[in-house]
């Protein structure tokens, strides 16, 4: 039963009493009146008190009435149920006298029985009562005197009603609430109400927990004086704070969440003032239950963490500056080697001397190679490298990284060929840059790490992401080589930093151990990753897998779309290599006897049956290195890679619908001249470097200036009309950044628009965002070879 219920029952207990009790105390002063036999007589009681009584058993509170000698005169139906006997056994009997149950409740009954007619007031109780069913009850006991005709007191009138349910619920409820205020003094915190009347009084209702924690005041105190204009200062501005709070709160239903400061005795402090959402009352009012909570080890975890943040910044970004400045200082001086052996490389020289140069050269782009790998690993642990997302070909991409790699593979005998599937996409959108580092560091190791056989870059995309419409394509790129391979222990170490095979490796082959580790963060940081398989001795392949963002679908050139092209090479390599750049150009790649409108043949097969392959056709030669084939009307597509670029480009012109057009950065000679231009300026404060790059440029044809600061080249541009100007930027008294500046400033407008040109050995991210925002044209990283070079004079040369 709850509480409510059990209430109720005791006010209609009540009320019933104060109705029966007349007819009640009639009834026994007649029974007092009658013959001693209680028994035989009890059944002839006044016809008037039978309604009452009847309704005396049809409650289920216990009712008795005792005469002054503490005997029974009535007892009702649940009386008789409790202590197990009927009326006829207890009217008339001593209530102290029963066995059992009836024994020991009589008993108790007749104490209060006593002192009730002894006192002539009444009495109520709870007491605990002993059941003839077994468990004990709780019971709410009430006891009144009745009269004799004399009005002096002739009994007791008791009323028991079970209120077992009650007690329980109260004892569950007193231990809870204790469980609670316990659990409370334990935590750092307290809890509170707070309520605001309709007229916007807000006061507090209710607080408990160990507030002087928090605010130097009991709980008791704060509800006293919260509201007031007696609270301490502090607390009136806590007080301000949470009422500017709750009117933001009650505005807007959000609950109130806010820090304040907290003077404590020994040290200061923070408190955090919380709520839920705000009630509304239906009265009107508004309350918000909250917390109080100590939160100086949060703040001041957060104050550490801001410091310690702080400082690793610093730090970064001293280790980001030591290394700007390392890479110039080692860079620069290394550049002037290359150059100056690249220079040398192009005079006379016997076999000895040449095979030295060639090991100078070999050792400086070895150390250039370590220095870029431990710059790059460096950012990519700092988190420094973001992605590009600007448009770019694979196709054109892959062209120029294995066309880098041709003449080393060449030099060491070993075939290098590529394949790109024709569902690759024409474009993609993403950083270019990053995808070529990756590519450089597998076929440069794929090369260094082979001495026989071969290197194939292969390029697919996974089926499902290849369908008409696609926005994404999944595209594998596998590097795969004939060397020593990786034994399987070693593999699961591969991509961890400063790690090779096993240290005779790196003793035998060079490197940092870091280009692994570089390629796997990088396919990581655009949403791939890389793996490999490998048997010692037998050779490995690694795969990239890189999603990419498409911009331009597999497309067919207008012009060879539809084409039959028939394929007459030896290996099989070189012909699925040929059909997939056919298919990707739209053409149709048919046999060697089957009629086609452009055939490529064997060069060496051609020669030896001249004029049987009808025109128009190309001659293939698988090697760079190939005997030159004396037919100048032919063209030839050379391998060692097979490219991207020549193949279109040859296919074109074969079928006459556009004009041979020669790609400087991979046909023109190194020394080739430039066409007449006109001076350049280079301002370089690197005495050894001044005197290469100088020298590079007039084995190109082109005339230069060469001064040391900001200042000396600003006089020069005043005074020389130059085409172009080359800047190091780390120069003494007037940096590249700020000639620059001064430069794009400039009132004459010949010198504020003249082309300017980077020459940096620093190519930190940094760096190069500062080049872009002061103005740059263009960037060039020391070391620069006679083909960069020229490529840039080209470009940006003016007459």
């Given amino acids: 039963m709850s509480l409510t219920n059990l209430e109720a029952s005791l006010i209609g207990v009540a009320t019933l009493l104060a109705i029966v009790s007349v007819f009640l105390a009639k009834a026994a002063r007649k029974a007092l009146a009658e013959t001693r036999s209680w028994r035989s007589r009890a059944s002839e009681a006044d016809a008037s008190t039978a309604v009452p009584l009847q309704l005396l058993d049809a409650t289920p509170t216990l009712i008795a009435a005792l ?330 991409l892959l062209d120029q990284v294995l066309h880098i790699f041709s003449s080393r593979a060449q030099a060491k005998g070993l075939t290098l060929d590529l394949r790109v599937a024709p569902e690759v996409a024409a474009e993609y959108v993403g950083d270019p840059v990053r995808v070529k580092q990756i590519v450089l560091n597998l076929v440069g190791n794929a090369i260094k790490f082979t001495s026989a056989g071969g290197i194939a870059v292969a390029v697919d995309t996974r089926p499902d992401s290849a369908k008409a419409g696609a926005t994404t394509q999944d595209v594998l790129l596998s590097v795969s080589d004939t060397g020593i391979g990786i034994p399987h222990e070693a593999q699961g170490r591969l991509f961890r930093p400063f790690s090779q095979a096993d240290i005779s490796t790196a003793r035998q082959y060079g490197g940092s151990g870091l280009g692994l580790a570089i390629c796997q963060r990088l396919a990581r940081l655009m949403g791939g990753d890389i793996g490999v398989e490998s048997v010692d001795g037998q050779g490995s392949r690694f795969e990239v897998q890189l999603p990419m963002r498409v911009l331009q679908a597999p497309q067919a050139d207008t012009a060879l779309n539809g084409k039959r092209l028939s394929l007459s090479v030896r290996r099989e390599a070189d012909n699925a290599a040929l059909c997939a750049y056919a298919r990707a150009a739209g053409m149709h790649p048919v046999g060697p006897g089957d009629d086609a409108d452009l055939h490529i043949v064997e060069a060496s097969g051609a020669l030896s049956r001249d004029g049987s392959v009808p025109a128009p056709r190309i001659l293939f030669s698988g090697s760079p290195a190939s005997t030159p084939v004396t037919q100048p009307a032919v063209p030839t597509l050379t391998g060692g890679p097979i490219r991207w670029s020549e193949f279109r480009r040859l296919c074109l012109s074969a079928l006459q619908t556009e004009h041979l057009v020669t790609n400087p950065l991979y046909d023109v000679g190194e020394n080739a001249r430039l066409p007449t231009t006109g001076r350049i300026l280079v301002v370089e404060d690197h005495l050894p470097y001044q005197i290469v790059i100088r020298n590079m440029l007039l084995k190109l044809g082109v005339q230069a200036d060469v001064v040391t600061d900001g200042h000396q080249a600003l006089g020069q541009l005043e005074q020389v009309p130059y085409a172009l100007m080359f800047t190091d930027f780390h120069m003494p008294d007037m940096d590249g950044f700020e000639l620059t500046r001064r430069v794009r400033s400039h009132a004459d407008p010949r010198i504020r628009t003249l082309p300017v040109v980077a020459l940096s050995a620093d190519v930190s991210s940094t760096h190069i965002e500062h080049f872009h925002e002061v103005g740059l044209n263009d960037f060039l990283v020391k070391p620069v070879n006679l083909t960069t070079l020229r490529a840039c004079l080209e470009k940006w040369s003016r007459p």
């Fill in 67 to 396: 005469d002054g000698r503490h005997r029974y005169l009535r007892v009702n139906q649940a009386f008789e149920e409790l202590v197990g006997l009927d009326r006829t056994r207890l009217i008339g009997a001593r209530a102290g006298s029963l066995p059992g149950a009836a024994g020991s409740l009589g008993a108790q009954l007749e104490t209060f029985a006593a002192r009730c007619i002894a006192t002539n007031q009444p009495i109520s109780a709870e007491i605990k009562v002993s059941t003839a069913q077994g468990p004990a009850m709780d019971g709410r006991l009430t006891v009144e005197p009745f009269y004799d005709d004399d009005r002096k007191p002739a009994g007791a009138l008791i009323a028991l009603a079970d209120v077992t349910d009650r007690i329980s619920a109260e004892r569950e409820t007193r231990e809870l609430q204790a469980a609670i205020h316990d659990l409370i003094d334990s935590l750092p915190l307290a809890l509170f109400r707070i309520r605001e009347e309709p007229g916007g009084h807000r006061w507090v209702p209710y607080v408990v927990g160990h507030t002087e924690r928090f605010l130097q005041l009991s709980a008791t105190e704060i509800i006293k004086l919260a509201g007031s204009n007696n609270l301490p200062n502090i607390l009136q501005s806590h007080w301000r704070a949470a009422s500017a709070a709750a009117d933001e709160s009650s505005a807007t239903g959000a609950p109130i969440r806010i820090d304040l400061p907290s003077h404590r005795p020994k040290d200061d402090g923070w408190v955090r003032i919380g709520t839920a959402a705000p009630r509304r009352l239906p009265d009107g009012s508004t309350e918000w239950n909250g917390y109080l909570a100590d939160v100086t080890r949060q703040h001041r975890d957060t104050l550490a963490l801001s410091e310690a943040k702080a400082t690793a910044e610093a730090n970064a970004q001293a280790k980001s500056r030591f290394l700007a400045a390392m890479s110039h200082e080692i860079r620069t001086p290394l550049a002037t080697a290359l150059g100056a052996l690249e220079l040398l490389g192009d005079t006379h020289l016997d076999d000895y001397q040449r095979q030295q140069v060639d090991l100078a050269d070999s050792a400086s782009r070895l150390l250039i190679e370590i220095l870029g790998d431990i710059l790059d690993f460096s950012r990519l642990e700092d988190a420094q490298v973001s992605m590009e997302t600007i448009p770019y070909s694979l196709r054109e």
